[in-house]
Nanobody
Framework: QVQLVESGGGLVQAGGSLRLSCAAS????????LGWFRQAPGKEREFVAA????????YYADFVKGRFTISRDNAKNTLYLQMNSLKPEDTAVYYC???????????????WGQGTQVTVSS
């Protein structure tokens, strides 16, 4: 069973930066893809970014291209999301997710973390 634990959320002013982390355990992740999603109040959860655990290939939602960077540290079994130039509309609970088939995509994830709150003030 995969366990995913997010951290690094908080309150930041518009234009600022945050780095989210997701500690992954319970499996060998060599065949996995991991991703970040977010859910703002009153809205559906949406895809943010994904990365292949071994190959390192990435895929981003259009609204974060150039501002957010997804990466992973294989030795630490940790996924990251570096968020720069944050906007108030980035305010949401951010979730880490994993899919065991390694496909970098916006859907199809079968393991989820509990989420970490990111609040961007104007």
């Amino acid at each position: 069973q995969v366990q995913l634990v997010e951290s690094g959320g908080g309150l930041v002013q518009a234009g600022g930066s945050l780095r989210l982390s997701c500690a992954a355990s319970g499996r060998t992740f060599s065949s996995y893809a991991l991703g970040w999603f977010r859910q703002a109040p009153g809205k559906e959860r949406e895809f943010v970014a994904a990365v292949s655990w071994i190959g390192g290939g990435t895929y981003y939602a259009d609204f974060v291209k150039g501002r957010f960077t997804i990466s992973r540290d294989n030795a630490k079994n940790t996924l990251y999301l570096q968020m720069n130039s944050l906007k108030p509309e980035d305010t949401a609970v951010y979730y880490c997710a994993a899919r065991s088939d390694g496909v970098i995509a916006a859907t199809g994830y079968d393991s989820w973390g509990q989420g970490t709150q990111v609040t961007v003030s104007s």
